[in-house]
Protein backbone atom coordinates (compact mmCIF):
# COMPACT_ATOMS: atom_id res chain seq x y z
CA UNK A 1 0.00 0.00 0.00
CA UNK A 2 2.67 2.31 0.97
CA UNK A 3 4.32 1.89 -2.41
CA UNK A 4 1.28 2.60 -4.19
CA UNK A 5 0.87 5.95 -2.41
CA UNK A 6 4.31 6.77 -3.55
CA UNK A 7 3.51 5.77 -6.58
CA UNK A 8 0.87 8.38 -6.83
CA UNK A 9 2.45 11.11 -5.33
CA UNK A 10 5.25 11.20 -8.33
CA UNK A 11 2.05 11.78 -10.94
CA UNK A 12 1.17 15.41 -9.51
CA UNK A 13 1.22 17.94 -12.63
CA UNK A 14 0.20 21.43 -12.90
CA UNK A 15 -3.39 20.69 -13.85
CA UNK A 16 -4.41 20.06 -10.56
CA UNK A 17 -4.82 20.82 -6.95
CA UNK A 18 -1.36 22.32 -5.35
CA UNK A 19 0.65 19.49 -3.29
CA UNK A 20 -0.52 19.74 -0.51
CA UNK A 21 -4.65 19.18 -0.82
CA UNK A 22 -7.14 21.10 1.31
CA UNK A 23 -10.19 19.32 2.66
CA UNK A 24 -11.90 22.62 0.28
CA UNK A 25 -10.68 20.15 -2.52
CA UNK A 26 -12.31 17.10 -1.06
CA UNK A 27 -15.14 15.95 -3.59
CA UNK A 28 -17.64 13.29 -4.97
CA UNK A 29 -16.64 10.03 -6.15
CA UNK A 30 -18.29 8.45 -9.02
CA UNK A 31 -16.96 5.14 -10.39
CA UNK A 32 -18.79 3.27 -13.06
CA UNK A 33 -17.97 -0.63 -13.20
CA UNK A 34 -19.12 -2.13 -16.66
CA UNK A 35 -18.36 -5.76 -15.70
CA UNK A 36 -16.24 -7.46 -18.50
CA UNK A 37 -15.98 -4.21 -20.75
CA UNK A 38 -12.97 -5.16 -22.90
CA UNK A 39 -11.53 -2.88 -25.63
CA UNK A 40 -13.77 -4.73 -28.09
CA UNK A 41 -16.85 -4.55 -26.01
CA UNK A 42 -16.18 -0.78 -25.83
CA UNK A 43 -16.07 -0.08 -29.84
CA UNK A 44 -18.73 -2.68 -30.85
CA UNK A 45 -21.39 -0.73 -28.73
CA UNK A 46 -20.30 2.52 -29.81
CA UNK A 47 -21.22 1.47 -33.09
CA UNK A 48 -23.98 -0.28 -31.97
CA UNK A 49 -25.01 2.74 -29.94
CA UNK A 50 -24.55 4.60 -33.26
CA UNK A 51 -26.75 1.99 -35.42
CA UNK A 52 -29.55 2.62 -32.63
CA UNK A 53 -29.98 6.13 -33.62
CA UNK A 54 -30.17 5.69 -37.33
CA UNK A 55 -26.39 6.11 -38.46
CA UNK A 56 -23.67 4.42 -38.88
CA UNK A 57 -22.46 4.00 -35.68
CA UNK A 58 -18.28 3.79 -36.58
CA UNK A 59 -18.27 7.64 -35.75
CA UNK A 60 -20.02 7.38 -32.45
CA UNK A 61 -19.40 9.53 -29.45
CA UNK A 62 -20.04 7.83 -25.98
CA UNK A 63 -20.52 9.65 -23.05
CA UNK A 64 -17.31 7.69 -21.63
CA UNK A 65 -15.46 8.45 -24.89
CA UNK A 66 -15.50 12.23 -23.82
CA UNK A 67 -13.27 11.27 -20.85
CA UNK A 68 -9.91 13.58 -21.55
CA UNK A 69 -7.59 10.89 -19.49
CA UNK A 70 -7.21 7.26 -20.31
CA UNK A 71 -4.89 4.58 -19.08
CA UNK A 72 -4.16 1.01 -18.84
CA UNK A 73 -5.01 -1.48 -15.93
CA UNK A 74 -3.21 -4.88 -15.44
CA UNK A 75 -5.83 -7.70 -14.17
CA UNK A 76 -4.16 -10.66 -13.20
CA UNK A 77 -4.73 -12.36 -10.00
CA UNK A 78 -2.34 -13.68 -7.95
CA UNK A 79 -2.73 -16.91 -8.19
CA UNK A 80 -4.15 -17.18 -11.85
CA UNK A 81 -3.31 -15.39 -14.93
CA UNK A 82 -7.09 -14.59 -15.84
CA UNK A 83 -8.75 -13.44 -13.12
CA UNK A 84 -12.61 -13.60 -12.05
CA UNK A 85 -14.73 -10.50 -11.07
CA UNK A 86 -13.79 -11.16 -7.38
CA UNK A 87 -10.28 -10.86 -7.07
CA UNK A 88 -10.49 -8.04 -9.61
CA UNK A 89 -12.88 -6.13 -7.16
CA UNK A 90 -10.80 -6.62 -4.56
CA UNK A 91 -7.88 -4.76 -6.38
CA UNK A 92 -9.75 -2.07 -7.45
CA UNK A 93 -12.06 -1.17 -4.61
CA UNK A 94 -9.58 -2.69 -1.85
CA UNK A 95 -6.02 -1.76 -3.44
CA UNK A 96 -4.49 -5.13 -3.05
CA UNK A 97 -3.95 -8.01 -5.35
CA UNK A 98 -6.44 -11.24 -4.49
CA UNK A 99 -7.13 -14.73 -5.39
CA UNK A 100 -9.43 -15.89 -7.63
CA UNK A 101 -13.19 -16.06 -6.11
CA UNK A 102 -12.04 -14.48 -2.59
CA UNK A 103 -13.75 -10.88 -1.93
CA UNK A 104 -12.01 -8.56 0.75
CA UNK A 105 -9.08 -10.61 1.58
CA UNK A 106 -5.65 -9.94 1.34
CA UNK A 107 -3.27 -13.14 -1.15
CA UNK A 108 -3.67 -14.78 2.51
CA UNK A 109 -7.04 -15.54 1.97
CA UNK A 110 -7.67 -18.72 0.03
CA UNK A 111 -10.64 -19.59 -1.90
CA UNK A 112 -13.28 -21.69 0.35
CA UNK A 113 -10.84 -21.59 3.02
CA UNK A 114 -12.98 -20.22 5.86
CA UNK A 115 -10.18 -20.18 8.29
CA UNK A 116 -7.42 -18.05 5.92
CA UNK A 117 -10.26 -15.12 6.44
CA UNK A 118 -9.15 -14.11 9.87
CA UNK A 119 -6.34 -11.26 10.33
CA UNK A 120 -6.86 -10.97 6.39
CA UNK A 121 -9.69 -8.95 5.37
CA UNK A 122 -9.28 -5.69 3.61
CA UNK A 123 -11.37 -2.59 3.40
CA UNK A 124 -12.31 -0.86 0.32
CA UNK A 125 -12.83 2.47 -0.09
CA UNK A 126 -16.31 2.23 0.03
CA UNK A 127 -15.39 2.07 3.85
CA UNK A 128 -12.33 4.72 3.43
CA UNK A 129 -15.34 7.22 2.20
CA UNK A 130 -17.87 6.46 4.89
CA UNK A 131 -15.35 7.26 7.82
CA UNK A 132 -14.39 10.23 6.56
CA UNK A 133 -17.89 10.95 6.86
CA UNK A 134 -19.46 10.83 3.05
CA UNK A 135 -22.61 9.13 1.87
CA UNK A 136 -21.90 5.93 -0.02
CA UNK A 137 -23.95 3.51 -2.41
CA UNK A 138 -24.03 0.53 -4.77
CA UNK A 139 -26.12 0.56 -7.61
CA UNK A 140 -25.70 -2.72 -9.38
CA UNK A 141 -28.21 -4.66 -12.29
CA UNK A 142 -26.83 -7.70 -10.82
CA UNK A 143 -27.71 -9.24 -7.07
CA UNK A 144 -26.34 -6.91 -4.41
CA UNK A 145 -24.33 -9.71 -2.90
CA UNK A 146 -22.36 -10.34 -6.30
CA UNK A 147 -18.57 -10.44 -6.54
CA UNK A 148 -18.09 -6.91 -7.59
CA UNK A 149 -20.78 -5.03 -5.10
CA UNK A 150 -19.66 -7.64 -2.23
CA UNK A 151 -15.72 -6.27 -2.45
CA UNK A 152 -17.17 -3.24 -1.54
CA UNK A 153 -18.51 -4.40 1.86
CA UNK A 154 -17.75 -8.03 2.38
CA UNK A 155 -14.58 -10.43 3.24
CA UNK A 156 -15.30 -14.12 2.56
CA UNK A 157 -13.23 -16.68 1.65
CA UNK A 158 -15.83 -17.25 -1.22
CA UNK A 159 -17.75 -14.89 -3.48
CA UNK A 160 -20.60 -17.95 -3.73
CA UNK A 161 -21.54 -17.41 -0.23
CA UNK A 162 -24.47 -15.65 -0.86
CA UNK A 163 -26.60 -16.80 2.06
CA UNK A 164 -25.40 -18.81 4.99
CA UNK A 165 -27.81 -21.80 2.83
CA UNK A 166 -24.57 -21.52 0.38
CA UNK A 167 -22.21 -22.17 2.70
CA UNK A 168 -20.32 -25.64 4.03
CA UNK A 169 -21.32 -26.23 7.54
CA UNK A 170 -17.85 -26.30 8.42
CA UNK A 171 -17.42 -22.55 7.55
CA UNK A 172 -20.21 -21.93 9.35
CA UNK A 173 -18.67 -23.48 12.73
CA UNK A 174 -15.58 -21.47 12.21
CA UNK A 175 -17.43 -18.33 12.46
CA UNK A 176 -17.74 -17.00 8.56
CA UNK A 177 -20.93 -15.08 7.70
CA UNK A 178 -22.24 -15.02 4.62
CA UNK A 179 -22.33 -12.13 2.19
CA UNK A 180 -25.81 -11.04 2.34
CA UNK A 181 -25.24 -10.79 6.33
CA UNK A 182 -22.55 -8.92 5.63
CA UNK A 183 -24.08 -6.35 3.44
CA UNK A 184 -25.89 -5.37 7.15
CA UNK A 185 -23.22 -5.56 9.32
CA UNK A 186 -19.74 -3.92 8.02
CA UNK A 187 -20.47 -0.51 6.39
CA UNK A 188 -23.27 1.59 6.72
CA UNK A 189 -24.23 2.07 3.10
CA UNK A 190 -26.98 4.94 2.34
CA UNK A 191 -28.69 3.75 -0.35
CA UNK A 192 -28.32 -0.18 -2.41
CA UNK A 193 -29.62 -0.89 -5.72
CA UNK A 194 -29.95 -3.80 -7.19
CA UNK A 195 -31.43 -7.45 -7.06
CA UNK A 196 -30.99 -10.29 -4.84
CA UNK A 197 -34.06 -10.58 -2.36
CA UNK A 198 -34.29 -14.16 -2.17
CA UNK A 199 -30.56 -14.01 -0.72
CA UNK A 200 -32.41 -11.85 2.27
CA UNK A 201 -35.55 -13.41 3.65
CA UNK A 202 -35.74 -16.59 5.72
CA UNK A 203 -36.24 -19.98 3.26
CA UNK A 204 -39.17 -20.36 1.54
CA UNK A 205 -40.68 -16.69 2.05
CA UNK A 206 -42.90 -16.32 -1.34
CA UNK A 207 -41.10 -13.67 -3.39
CA UNK A 208 -43.64 -10.43 -3.67
CA UNK A 209 -43.37 -10.64 -7.46
CA UNK A 210 -42.78 -14.34 -8.07
CA UNK A 211 -45.45 -15.73 -5.74
CA UNK A 212 -45.52 -19.02 -7.51
CA UNK A 213 -42.17 -19.18 -8.44
CA UNK A 214 -40.61 -21.75 -6.15
CA UNK A 215 -36.97 -20.55 -7.29
CA UNK A 216 -37.88 -17.00 -6.28
CA UNK A 217 -38.54 -17.60 -2.44
CA UNK A 218 -36.09 -16.78 0.09
CA UNK A 219 -33.18 -19.54 1.06
CA UNK A 220 -31.42 -18.49 3.96
CA UNK A 221 -31.74 -21.29 6.85
CA UNK A 222 -30.90 -18.87 9.94
CA UNK A 223 -34.40 -18.00 9.27
CA UNK A 224 -33.32 -14.38 9.66
CA UNK A 225 -35.11 -11.30 7.57
CA UNK A 226 -32.50 -9.18 6.51
CA UNK A 227 -34.93 -6.66 4.78
CA UNK A 228 -36.94 -5.98 7.82
CA UNK A 229 -34.12 -5.61 10.16
CA UNK A 230 -32.65 -3.20 7.93
CA UNK A 231 -35.18 -1.72 8.66
CA UNK A 232 -35.42 -1.46 12.27
CA UNK A 233 -31.85 -0.68 12.42
CA UNK A 234 -32.29 2.87 10.52
CA UNK A 235 -34.55 4.13 13.26
CA UNK A 236 -34.81 8.14 13.45
CA UNK A 237 -33.91 7.78 9.63
CA UNK A 238 -36.35 8.07 6.23
CA UNK A 239 -35.67 4.32 5.31
CA UNK A 240 -36.97 2.95 2.45
CA UNK A 241 -37.17 -0.20 0.81
CA UNK A 242 -38.86 -0.84 -2.20
CA UNK A 243 -39.04 -3.89 -4.86
CA UNK A 244 -40.82 -2.23 -8.11
CA UNK A 245 -40.72 0.63 -10.12
CA UNK A 246 -44.13 2.40 -8.90
CA UNK A 247 -42.42 2.73 -5.12
CA UNK A 248 -38.87 3.06 -6.45
CA UNK A 249 -40.68 6.09 -8.47
CA UNK A 250 -42.14 7.50 -5.66
CA UNK A 251 -38.76 7.60 -3.64
CA UNK A 252 -37.92 11.02 -2.85
CA UNK A 253 -34.21 11.66 -2.67
CA UNK A 254 -34.81 15.13 -0.60
CA UNK A 255 -36.54 13.64 2.44
CA UNK A 256 -34.54 10.19 1.92
CA UNK A 257 -31.47 9.26 3.76
CA UNK A 258 -30.97 5.38 2.97
CA UNK A 259 -32.60 3.63 0.33
CA UNK A 260 -32.48 -0.43 0.10
CA UNK A 261 -33.93 -1.21 -3.50
CA UNK A 262 -34.47 -4.83 -4.66
CA UNK A 263 -35.68 -5.30 -7.52
CA UNK A 264 -35.83 -9.27 -8.46
CA UNK A 265 -34.69 -12.85 -6.96
CA UNK A 266 -31.48 -12.68 -8.21
CA UNK A 267 -29.82 -10.63 -10.95
CA UNK A 268 -31.86 -7.87 -12.60
CA UNK A 269 -33.21 -8.59 -15.89
CA UNK A 270 -31.44 -7.88 -19.37
CA UNK A 271 -31.83 -4.70 -21.01
CA UNK A 272 -33.74 -6.13 -23.81
CA UNK A 273 -35.75 -7.96 -21.32
CA UNK A 274 -36.39 -5.37 -18.69
CA UNK A 275 -40.00 -5.28 -17.24
CA UNK A 276 -40.51 -1.46 -17.99
CA UNK A 277 -43.43 -1.61 -15.77
CA UNK A 278 -41.38 -3.65 -12.98
CA UNK A 279 -37.81 -2.61 -12.89
CA UNK A 280 -36.68 1.03 -13.90
CA UNK A 281 -33.43 1.36 -16.36
CA UNK A 282 -29.72 1.50 -15.00
CA UNK A 283 -30.06 5.55 -15.72
CA UNK A 284 -32.52 5.85 -13.36
CA UNK A 285 -31.37 4.19 -10.50
CA UNK A 286 -27.79 5.98 -11.06
CA UNK A 287 -29.82 9.42 -11.11
CA UNK A 288 -31.62 8.48 -7.78
CA UNK A 289 -28.60 7.32 -6.01
CA UNK A 290 -26.91 10.81 -6.83
CA UNK A 291 -29.70 12.60 -5.69
CA UNK A 292 -29.68 11.07 -2.15
CA UNK A 293 -26.00 10.57 -1.92
CA UNK A 294 -25.02 14.65 -3.26
CA UNK A 295 -27.17 15.86 -0.18
CA UNK A 296 -24.15 14.84 2.33
CA UNK A 297 -22.19 18.37 1.99
CA UNK A 298 -18.91 16.14 2.54
CA UNK A 299 -19.33 14.63 -0.38
CA UNK A 300 -20.01 10.65 -1.85
CA UNK A 301 -18.39 7.69 -3.29
CA UNK A 302 -21.21 6.02 -6.02
CA UNK A 303 -20.45 2.48 -7.51
CA UNK A 304 -22.41 1.89 -10.31
CA UNK A 305 -22.10 -1.65 -11.99
CA UNK A 306 -23.68 -3.21 -15.25
CA UNK A 307 -22.81 -6.58 -14.36
CA UNK A 308 -24.84 -8.40 -16.78
CA UNK A 309 -22.72 -7.09 -19.56
CA UNK A 310 -20.60 -9.73 -18.28
CA UNK A 311 -23.17 -11.81 -18.12
CA UNK A 312 -23.89 -11.54 -22.24
CA UNK A 313 -20.50 -12.71 -22.78
CA UNK A 314 -20.62 -15.99 -20.60
CA UNK A 315 -23.72 -16.98 -22.75
CA UNK A 316 -22.27 -15.88 -25.83
CA UNK A 317 -25.13 -13.48 -26.45
CA UNK A 318 -23.21 -10.25 -27.90
CA UNK A 319 -26.60 -8.40 -28.90
CA UNK A 320 -27.51 -8.96 -24.90
CA UNK A 321 -23.95 -7.93 -23.63
CA UNK A 322 -23.56 -4.69 -26.29
CA UNK A 323 -26.99 -3.34 -24.88
CA UNK A 324 -26.21 -3.90 -21.55
CA UNK A 325 -22.97 -1.42 -22.19
CA UNK A 326 -25.11 1.08 -23.82
CA UNK A 327 -27.09 1.52 -20.69
CA UNK A 328 -24.51 1.34 -18.67
CA UNK A 329 -22.88 4.35 -21.30
CA UNK A 330 -26.47 6.62 -20.98
CA UNK A 331 -25.83 5.83 -16.76
CA UNK A 332 -22.53 7.31 -17.18
CA UNK A 333 -24.09 10.53 -19.12
CA UNK A 334 -26.49 10.74 -16.79
CA UNK A 335 -24.46 11.22 -13.89
CA UNK A 336 -22.50 13.75 -15.67
CA UNK A 337 -25.73 15.60 -15.97
CA UNK A 338 -25.91 15.63 -12.30
CA UNK A 339 -22.71 16.24 -11.16
CA UNK A 340 -20.06 18.46 -12.71
CA UNK A 341 -15.91 18.41 -13.76
CA UNK A 342 -15.34 20.67 -11.17
CA UNK A 343 -16.24 19.38 -8.23
CA UNK A 344 -16.79 15.51 -9.17
CA UNK A 345 -14.07 12.46 -9.70
CA UNK A 346 -15.92 10.68 -12.53
CA UNK A 347 -13.96 7.15 -13.44
CA UNK A 348 -15.03 4.18 -15.66
CA UNK A 349 -13.08 0.97 -15.73
CA UNK A 350 -13.83 -2.99 -16.46
CA UNK A 351 -12.89 -5.44 -14.15
CA UNK A 352 -11.43 -7.86 -16.87
CA UNK A 353 -12.48 -8.55 -20.70
CA UNK A 354 -13.54 -11.57 -22.30
CA UNK A 355 -12.36 -13.67 -25.36
CA UNK A 356 -14.89 -11.57 -27.94
CA UNK A 357 -13.10 -10.71 -31.61
CA UNK A 358 -14.35 -7.92 -33.61
CA UNK A 359 -13.12 -9.31 -36.85
CA UNK A 360 -13.03 -9.73 -40.81
CA UNK A 361 -13.24 -6.24 -43.08
CA UNK A 362 -17.48 -5.33 -42.97
CA UNK A 363 -18.26 -3.00 -45.16
CA UNK A 364 -18.68 0.18 -43.26
CA UNK A 365 -22.09 0.64 -41.59
CA UNK A 366 -22.53 -2.92 -41.50
CA UNK A 367 -24.78 -4.23 -38.23
CA UNK A 368 -22.13 -4.80 -35.20
CA UNK A 369 -24.95 -8.01 -35.20
CA UNK A 370 -24.86 -8.95 -38.41
CA UNK A 371 -22.53 -11.15 -41.16
CA UNK A 372 -19.25 -10.22 -43.17
CA UNK A 373 -20.84 -10.50 -46.42
CA UNK A 374 -18.22 -12.78 -48.38
CA UNK A 375 -17.24 -16.13 -47.60
CA UNK A 376 -14.66 -17.66 -46.60
CA UNK A 377 -12.38 -20.97 -47.46
CA UNK A 378 -14.96 -23.29 -45.59
CA UNK A 379 -17.63 -21.48 -48.14
CA UNK A 380 -19.44 -20.09 -45.05
CA UNK A 381 -20.34 -16.73 -44.11
CA UNK A 382 -19.38 -15.36 -40.39
CA UNK A 383 -20.40 -12.41 -38.04
CA UNK A 384 -18.13 -10.00 -37.30
CA UNK A 385 -18.33 -10.84 -33.64
CA UNK A 386 -17.05 -14.05 -32.70
CA UNK A 387 -15.69 -15.68 -29.48
CA UNK A 388 -12.60 -17.41 -28.49
CA UNK A 389 -14.37 -19.74 -27.10
CA UNK A 390 -17.85 -20.44 -25.52
CA UNK A 391 -21.13 -22.40 -25.94
CA UNK A 392 -21.72 -21.13 -29.78
CA UNK A 393 -19.31 -23.63 -30.47
CA UNK A 394 -20.96 -26.28 -33.11
CA UNK A 395 -19.55 -28.70 -35.90
CA UNK A 396 -22.11 -30.46 -37.93
CA UNK A 397 -20.61 -32.88 -40.59
CA UNK A 398 -17.21 -31.20 -39.88
CA UNK A 399 -18.29 -27.88 -41.25
CA UNK A 400 -19.63 -25.04 -39.24
CA UNK A 401 -23.33 -24.01 -39.45
CA UNK A 402 -24.65 -22.23 -42.54
CA UNK A 403 -25.75 -18.99 -40.87
CA UNK A 404 -27.28 -17.50 -44.07
CA UNK A 405 -30.93 -17.96 -42.80
CA UNK A 406 -30.57 -17.04 -39.25
CA UNK A 407 -31.34 -13.46 -37.77
CA UNK A 408 -27.66 -13.07 -35.92
CA UNK A 409 -29.24 -9.59 -34.49
CA UNK A 410 -31.63 -11.43 -32.25
CA UNK A 411 -31.34 -11.06 -28.45
CA UNK A 412 -31.36 -15.01 -28.26
CA UNK A 413 -28.60 -15.52 -31.35
CA UNK A 414 -25.42 -17.19 -29.48
CA UNK A 415 -22.15 -16.02 -31.35
CA UNK A 416 -19.85 -18.93 -33.24
CA UNK A 417 -16.98 -19.69 -30.86
CA UNK A 418 -13.73 -21.42 -31.91
CA UNK A 419 -13.53 -24.04 -28.94
CA UNK A 420 -16.89 -25.89 -27.44
CA UNK A 421 -17.09 -24.39 -23.56
CA UNK A 422 -20.41 -24.51 -21.76
CA UNK A 423 -20.58 -20.68 -20.76
CA UNK A 424 -17.75 -18.25 -22.31
CA UNK A 425 -14.61 -17.51 -20.40
CA UNK A 426 -13.05 -14.38 -19.29
CA UNK A 427 -9.90 -12.71 -21.09
CA UNK A 428 -6.63 -11.61 -19.47
CA UNK A 429 -5.62 -8.46 -21.53
CA UNK A 430 -5.34 -5.38 -19.75
CA UNK A 431 -8.64 -3.18 -20.12
CA UNK A 432 -8.78 0.86 -19.71
CA UNK A 433 -9.65 2.80 -17.27
CA UNK A 434 -10.95 6.93 -18.17
CA UNK A 435 -11.12 9.49 -15.58
CA UNK A 436 -12.48 13.07 -15.56
CA UNK A 437 -13.19 15.45 -13.79
CA UNK A 438 -10.46 16.90 -10.38
CA UNK A 439 -7.09 14.69 -10.18
CA UNK A 440 -8.02 12.89 -12.92
CA UNK A 441 -4.82 13.27 -14.66
CA UNK A 442 -3.53 10.35 -12.06
CA UNK A 443 -5.21 7.84 -14.02
CA UNK A 444 -3.04 7.69 -17.35
CA UNK A 445 -0.23 5.45 -18.38
CA UNK A 446 -0.26 1.42 -17.97
CA UNK A 447 -1.33 0.56 -13.78
CA UNK A 448 -1.87 -2.31 -11.49
CA UNK A 449 -5.54 -2.41 -11.13
CA UNK A 450 -4.92 -2.53 -7.44
CA UNK A 451 -3.78 1.25 -7.99
CA UNK A 452 -6.95 2.49 -8.65
CA UNK A 453 -8.44 2.70 -5.03
CA UNK A 454 -5.11 4.38 -3.74
CA UNK A 455 -5.66 7.01 -5.94
CA UNK A 456 -9.13 7.29 -5.37
CA UNK A 457 -8.22 7.99 -1.85
CA UNK A 458 -5.48 10.04 -2.42
CA UNK A 459 -7.24 12.12 -4.34
CA UNK A 460 -10.21 12.38 -2.53
CA UNK A 461 -8.19 13.32 0.98
CA UNK A 462 -9.40 9.75 2.85
CA UNK A 463 -8.39 6.52 3.96
CA UNK A 464 -5.23 6.04 6.15
CA UNK A 465 -2.67 8.31 4.40
CA UNK A 466 -4.04 11.73 4.48
CA UNK A 467 -0.11 13.73 5.13
CA UNK A 468 -0.83 15.75 2.15
CA UNK A 469 -4.00 16.93 2.99
CA UNK A 470 -4.62 20.32 4.86
CA UNK A 471 -7.17 21.67 6.71
CA UNK A 472 -6.31 25.77 5.79
CA UNK A 473 -8.19 27.00 2.71
CA UNK A 474 -5.77 27.17 -0.50
CA UNK A 475 -4.81 30.48 -1.98
CA UNK A 476 -7.49 31.25 -4.44
CA UNK A 477 -6.03 31.13 -7.86
CA UNK A 478 -7.37 32.20 -11.29
CA UNK A 479 -9.13 30.36 -13.89
CA UNK A 480 -6.69 32.05 -16.42
CA UNK A 481 -4.26 29.28 -17.71
CA UNK A 482 -0.49 30.40 -16.18
CA UNK A 483 2.26 30.63 -18.31
CA UNK A 484 5.44 29.19 -18.17
CA UNK A 485 7.59 31.79 -17.00
CA UNK A 486 4.85 32.90 -14.58
CA UNK A 487 5.15 29.48 -13.22
CA UNK A 488 8.92 29.70 -13.14
CA UNK A 489 8.50 32.91 -11.15
CA UNK A 490 6.14 31.74 -8.62
CA UNK A 491 8.33 28.58 -7.82
CA UNK A 492 11.73 30.52 -7.67
CA UNK A 493 10.28 33.72 -5.82
CA UNK A 494 9.99 31.40 -2.12
CA UNK A 495 12.97 29.76 -2.75
CA UNK A 496 14.96 32.85 -3.13
CA UNK A 497 13.27 34.51 -0.19
CA UNK A 498 14.19 31.30 1.99
CA UNK A 499 17.81 31.90 0.85
CA UNK A 500 18.47 35.63 1.53
CA UNK A 501 16.88 35.07 5.05
Known amino acids: KVLTLNAVRTLWGPRCCPPRVSKRCRFPAFLALPTGMGITTVTAARILKGQLQNRTGEETIMNMDTFPYVGLVKVYAVDFQIPDSAATATAYLCGVKANLNTVGLSAAGRNGACRSQKGNEVTSILKWAKDAGKSVGIV ?139 DPPLSDTTEKAIRILQKNPKGFFLLVEGGRIDQGHHASRASMALHETVELDNAVGRALELTGDGDTLTMVTADHSHSFTFNGFPFRGNSILGRRPSLRLDMMPYTTLMYGNGPGHKIVNNKRPDIRGVDTESKDYIQQAAVPTESETHGGEDVAVLARGPMAHLFHGVQEQSYIPHALAFAACIGDDQSHCETTPPIPRSSAPTSPAAWLIAVLVPVLQNLLR
Open 140 to 278: TTTRVQHATPAAAYAHSASRKWYCDTDMPAAAKAQGCRDIAAQLLSNTDIDVIIGGGRKYMTPKGTRDPEYPLDPSARGRRSDGRNLISEWQHTKGGKVARYVWNRTDFDAVDPATTDYLLALFEPGDLRYELERDLSM
